[in-house]
């Protein structure tokens, strides 16, 4: 017995030794954890339980007859995070580069296959070299069944994609099918195609960092979530969020320790500027209602012009959606559209309420954003929001005209709760288009025409644009003080805490989201 308890430990060992110490140390001079370091930040002590550690490939092309690749390039299994059940893969790319083969695949797919059954988040550990080579397309069919699981399991458990190395060509596609991505700064790089084939195929010059490094995956793409100086910082993080999260679509977020929501917040009444041409910090507003310090902002630098984010309102977690007057007029464009739609959707599928601030002039005029489709993306905002059936609750800070005010959370797209401060101004356009339409002739024709125009808009704004007009036809439920604002939403949330979904009808397998 003794010598095969040996055997077995001398087998564990190896695997465990992964791709030898020269790597490891090459790993780590980079600043990078090793696949099974990473599991240990994620997990909580002594949980991690692995699965599947002696699968090997059974490869024979080019030099894999009998090679030994330790557990095949990728750690996999489950345990807990602040006690609740996660699955988790993390890539070893001090193994082959951690890229992924037949097996590789079969391993992530077998608990992928688990925390769905089991209703437990997923978490994956990107850093890879992507296709095995030697494993062709028994490598492609590989990625093809992990991209059909992350479908599979979308709005049904949370799945986080953690990308702390290279994750090149299709590779990145399973993290875009999940609901976020989170990015190591300096370290992680998510591309198509990396710089050299561009560099052959178009001629542009660029390194790897510039392309697909988290700051231009946060700022220029979109298709970062969240991004980190390090591997520690973001391990943290994701501990913190994994615990805000329901586990399923079935379960509701945990409400913790309530924080009085008769906590106002004085400040909120002093934010809005006298003028309406004048730019403030919606995240201001943001603060005074969510409880302190338990706001998570997500794609921060991307589509500046609109803010979303998680948080919690006297202990209930909830989406937060806004307008950031700040970039853009707090315009809806294309990007802040798909920002605000992903959003509302991700909210809706695990049971967050989601609550929405709004300063918005309307979708942004221009040639570039018709010609991008900014029909085709503003949908998706209307199409999120009508679909949603998490409570819903709105508050108009200041300007909601149009089709924005519609989108953004309106009772006519069913908001539960519509609320306004008194400096809202809600109408089909706004002032300065409204009277060169209207009272063009007026304008024209006046002695001095500039000095009418500004007379008709102020006037407009008064007496056409108040929310108490819209609170007359019942499309606002209350015009509010500002400093009210955190009670009133608790109180909301509270009431709308039972609120049921209505069933999908047999013969609609599934929308048709406007993409
Ligand atoms: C097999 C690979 C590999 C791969 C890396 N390695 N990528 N082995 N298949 N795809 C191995 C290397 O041979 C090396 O082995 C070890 O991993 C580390 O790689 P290095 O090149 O030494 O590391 P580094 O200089 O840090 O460069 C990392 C890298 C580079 C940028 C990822 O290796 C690279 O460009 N790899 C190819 C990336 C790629 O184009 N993949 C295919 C994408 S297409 P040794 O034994 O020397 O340590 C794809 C299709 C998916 O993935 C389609 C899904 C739809």
């Known amino acids: 017995m003794r010598g095969e308890h040996e055997d077995l430990l001398r087998r564990l060992n190896r695997i465990k030794a992964g791709g030898g110490e020269e790597r490891i140390a090459r790993q780590h001079e980079r600043g990078k954890y090793t696949a099974r370091e990473r599991l240990e930040l994620l997990f909580d002590e002594g949980t991690f339980v692995e699965m599947g550690a002696f699968v090997q490939h059974r490869s024979s092309q080019f030099d894999m007859a009998g090679r030994e690749v330790p557990a095949d390039g990728v750690v996999t299994g489950h345990g807990e995070v602040n006690g609740k059940t996660v699955y988790a893969f993390s890539q070893d790319f001090t193994t082959m580069g951690g890229s992924l083969g037949e097996m590789h695949a079969q391993k992530i797919c077998r608990i992928m296959d688990q925390a769905l059954q089991n209703g437990s988040p997923f978490v994956g550990i990107n850093d890879s070299g992507g296709a095995r080579i030697q494993e062709g397309v028994d490598a492609l069919n590989g990625y093809g069944e992990i991209f059909r699981r992350n479908t599979m399991a979308s709005g049904v458990i949370p799945q986080l994609s953690v990308i702390a190395g290279p994750c090149a060509g299709g ?63 973001l391990f943290a993080e994701l501990r913190w969020l994994l615990g805000l999260l329901p586990s399923n679509s079935s379960e509701l977020p945990a409400v913790t320790e309530a924080v009085p929501p008769e906590v106002n917040a004085p400040q909120l009444a002093a934010i809005v500027p006298q003028s309406p041409r004048k730019g403030y910090d919606m995240q201001r507003v943001i603060n005074g209602v969510v409880d302190e310090q338990s706001f998570l902002p997500i794609q921060p630098s991307f589509a500046s012009n609109a803010i979303i984010g998680l948080g919690r309102i006297a202990g209930r977690v909830v989406g937060i959606l806004a307008n950031q007057p700040r970039f853009l007029a707090g315009c809806l464009d294309i990007d802040s559209s798909d920002k605000i739609a992903r959003h509302v959707r991700f909210c809706d599928a695990f049971n967050i309420p989601v609550v929405t601030f709004v300063d918005t002039p309307g979708y942004l005029p221009g040639v570039d954003q018709e010609h991008g489709g900014i029909i085709r993306h503003g949908a998706k905002v209307l199409y999120a929001y009508s679909e949603a059936q998490v409570p819903k609750i709105s508050v108009v800070v200041r300007k909601a005209y149009g089709g924005a005010y519609l989108a953004m959370c309106s009772r006519s797209l069913g908001a539960d709760v519509a609320l306004a401060w008194p400096t809202a101004e809600i109408a089909v356009m706004g002032p300065e288009g409204a009277c060169n339409i209207v009272f063009r002739r007026e304008i024209n024709s006046a002695e001095d025409p500039e000095q009418k125009r500004q007379e008709k808009i102020s006037d407009y704004r008064e007496r056409f644009a108040n929310p108490y007009i819209a609170a007359s036809r019942g499309y606002i439920d209350a015009v509010i003080q500002p400093q009210q604002t955190r009670c009133r939403v608790a109180e909301a949330l509270k009431a709308l805490s039972g609120k049921r979904r209505s069933r999908m009808p047999d013969d609609k397998p599934h929308g048709n989201f406007p993409v």
Request: proline share 5%.
């Open 171 to 233: 590779a990145s596609y399973s993290p875009a099918l999940t609901d976020m991505i989170l990015m190591v700064e300096d370290t992680a790089r998510m591309f198509i195609t990396g710089p050299a084939v561009i560099n052959s195929v178009t001629g542009e010059d660029i390194d790897a960092n510039q392309l697909g490094g988290a700051h231009a995956h946060a700022a220029k793409s979109g298709v970062a979530h969240l991004t980190y100086p390090d591997e520690d910082s």
